[in-house]
């Protein structure tokens, strides 16, 4: 680690002590950036990066609920407004028992760069709650979402911050939020992205962040004359974005392997097809946060607390959540003759993962690009809402491959122009930080 980076991460861990999720995010750009610094000076004097580092506006509330037997509850709510140097405010919500500051500046710090390289004017925020949907009824899980919505409706909207979903947080919960908050400023606006069909959503934003994933694996595959078709995948999770990847995995003739969950792995040797991959969703809405069913279901092997890293695959794309592939993790794929590793969740990989990867020619993609067709098909979203007209399923998936072929380009080039050739995690950090480096500097002391 250089100097400059060393003394920058002593500040922001001193600053912002007990996140180590967030001190891994800013790590990892600070380390990318470098690479910038040395030929652009004038940034690293106007002190963007440090900028960058602080929150423009970081909101916490209290969410009082009440559950089906009557007795009260009480959880966190937050909202982290990031960036808004290139647009509004925009990223996901998250409602997981995990959550804290810390997980939430991780998540909003990144999303500025993703937002960035989407191409799309959209700032950088995240946001969610301590909130564990498991075992809810969706009539708790309304009366949450109507209590969390009170508070936040006061400080977005859809020039100012436009939430989403993320984990925890799919088409029910954005429904319930979304009525809230029509209720409270009697307007109907593309407030928040991923509404249902019938009242401004947009179709193909429930696939998106997959296929988006797996587009960007192929764009990986194809710089090695390489394509999905024929290729063993292993995928993590088994949510939104996972089935997302498996579908269009499926679509392009690859075979998936694995699923996971917090309870364990399973191994389908036939692989996740048809019925199956259908399945994944009723596994989703059971708020019962497992996948062994899906073994009994269809006679896969299951691992209990295992992790599926230690499958034998060509390309494995972790969607569950962060840090759930370390070095030990990624030497094991390696090993058993992996090629590619593209990321559908933020973050899963640590660190030292990702040096494995790097030490061993593995095209790795981290999150931030391989991920962002959810974000860039909610700014499709956006795009709609605002024109009152709906694009064509095709019209909106074409966009969002171009965006996802444009954003491989982009890291390619960049990672290349800055003298790390083939390294995306340098090409997506510099890329996206450029963009909004240079915006905040037309924008004056900001
Ligand atoms: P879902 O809630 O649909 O699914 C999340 C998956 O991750 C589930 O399989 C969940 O299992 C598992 N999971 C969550 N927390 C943990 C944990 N602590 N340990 C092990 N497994 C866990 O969420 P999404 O699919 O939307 O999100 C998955 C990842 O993709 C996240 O990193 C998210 O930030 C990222 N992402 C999401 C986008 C979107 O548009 N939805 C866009 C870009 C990135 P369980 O529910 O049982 O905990
Ligand atoms: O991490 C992410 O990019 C998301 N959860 C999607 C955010 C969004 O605004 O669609």
């Known amino acids: 680690m250089s100097e400059y980076v060393s003394k920058l991460m ?7 002590p007990c996140e180590p999720e967030f001190h891994q995010a800013v790590e990892e ?12 000076p004038e940034y690293r004097s106007a002190k963007i990066l440090e900028r ?39 990223g996901g919500l998250r409602f997981h028992p995990s959550v804290n500051l810390g997980i939430l500046k991780f998540l909003g710090f990144e999303q500025i760069f993703k937002n960035s390289l989407t191409t799309l004017p959209m700032g950088g925020g995240k946001g969610g709650s301590d909130f564990d949907p498991k075992g809810k009824s969706d009539n708790e899980v309304m009366r949450f979402c109507q ?3 009170t508070e936040l409706f006061r400080h977005i909207g859809p020039n100012t911050d436009v939430p989403a979903g993320d984990i925890g ?32 959503g947009s179709l193909v934003r429930p696939e ?25 995948f292993a995928v993590s999770g088994f949510g939104n974005v996972a089935w997302g990847a498996v579908t269009k995995i499926n679509q392009l003739g690859g075979k998936v392997v694995t699923l996971s969950g917090p309870d364990g792995f399973i191994y389908d040797k036939d692989g996740v097809s048809g019925e199956k991959i259908d399945y994944m969703l009723t596994l989703r809405a059971s708020n019962k946060d497992c996948v062994e069913d899906y073994a009994k279901q269809f006679k896969a092997e299951f691992f209990p607390g295992k992790r599926p890293w230690g499958v034998k695959c060509d390309v494995a794309m972790p969607c569950a ?42 095209l790795f993609s981290p999150g931030k690009a391989s991920n962002a067709g959810g974000v860039a098909t909610s700014g499709l979203e956006m795009s709609q809402n605002s024109m009152r007209l709906p694009w064509s399923k095709e019209e909106v998936d074409h966009r ?17 122009r800055f003298g790390t050739p083939g390294i995306y995690v340098n090409g997506a950090n510099i890329a996206g930080f450029l963009k909004v480096a240079d915006a905040m500097l037309d924008q004056g002391l900001v």
């Open 400 to 416: 969002l491959h171009e965006i996802m072929k444009r954003i491989h380009q982009t890291c390619l080039e960049t990672a290349e």
């Open 10 to 16: 002593a500040e922001v861990k001193a600053k912002n």
């Open 208 to 232: 998106a962040t997959g296929f988006g994933a797996v587009y960007f694996a192929q764009e990986m595959l194809k710089t090695k004359c390489q394509d999905v078709d024929g290729k063993t």
């Open 52 to 90: 960058i580092i602080e929150p423009e506006r970081v909101l916490m509330f209290r969410v009082p609920w009440m559950d089906d037997q009557g007795e009260i509850h009480i959880n966190r709510g937050y909202r982290i407004e990031f960036n808004s140097a290139i647009g509004p405010y925009k």
């Open 147 to 149: 209590s969390f919505m």
């Open 321 to 362: 959540t962060q840090n759930e592939l370390n070095g030990d993790d990624a030497k094991e794929l390696v090993k058993n003759g992996c090629i590619c590793v593209c990321e559908g969740a933020n973050m899963p990989t640590t660190i030292e993962g990702f040096k494995v990867f790097r030490d061993n020619n593995i």
């Open 169 to 200: 947080v799919g088409g029910r919960e954005i429904g319930y939020l979304f009525g809230q908050y029509k209720r409270l400023k009697n307007e109907f606006t593309g407030v928040l992205t991923g509404k249902g069909l019938n009242w401004g």
């Open 29 to 40: 750009v600070a380390e990318s950036l470098e690479l910038v610094f040395q030929r652009h």
